[in-house]
C-alpha cells in the first residue's frame, strides 16, 4: 500500500487549502479508517481528523468548524479541506490508513501559513 499526498503549500492567514491522499496498491486489502495528523514545529504529531468508512467524522478541537474531511471509497482517497487557516496550522500534515494488514502512513505535505 502506498499514500500520495498532495495539495499543501503556503497560504496567508485566513484562506484556504485542500490536502488530498490516494492510496495505491490496495489488493486483497480492506481500508478501515483514514484520517489527517499534523506536526508543527518542535510538536508532537496529534490527530487533526478521522474519518470511519461509514464516513463517521471525528475532529481536534482546534480545527472543529474549520476543517472538513471527506473520503471517496471508489477511489481510496481522504481528502481535507481546510478553512479560515491560522498561523498556528501550520506543519507537516500526515494522511494515515487503517487496513486489514496494519497502518500506512503518507510521506507527509508541508503547510505553511502566513499572518
Known amino acids: 500500500v502506498q499514500l500520495v499526498e498532495s495539495g499543501g503549500g503556503l497560504v496567508q492567514a485566513g484562506g484556504s487549502l485542500r490536502l488530498s491522499c490516494a492510496a495505491s496498491?490496495?489488493?486483497?486489502?480492506?481500508?478501515?479508517?483514514m484520517g489527517w495528523y499534523r506536526q508543527g514545529p518542535g510538536k508532537q504529531r496529534e490527530l487533526v481528523a478521522d474519518?470511519?468508512?461509514?464516513?463517521?467524522?471525528n475532529y481536534a478541537d482546534s480545527v472543529r468548524g474549520r476543517f472538513t474531511i471527506s473520503r471517496d471509497n471508489a477511489k481510496n482517497t481522504v481528502y481535507l479541506q481546510m478553512n479560515s487557516l491560522k498561523p498556528e496550522d501550520r506543519g507537516i500534515y500526515y494522511c494515515?490508513?487503517?487496513?486489514?494488514?496494519?497502518?500506512?502512513w503518507g510521506q507527509g505535505t508541508q503547510v505553511t501559513v502566513s499572518p
Open positions: 494515515k490508513v487503517d487496513t486489514s494488514r496494519g497502518p500506512y
Open positions: 496498491g490496495i489488493v486483497f486489502v480492506v481500508i478501515s479508517n
Open positions: 474519518i470511519t468508512r461509514a464516513a463517521s467524522t
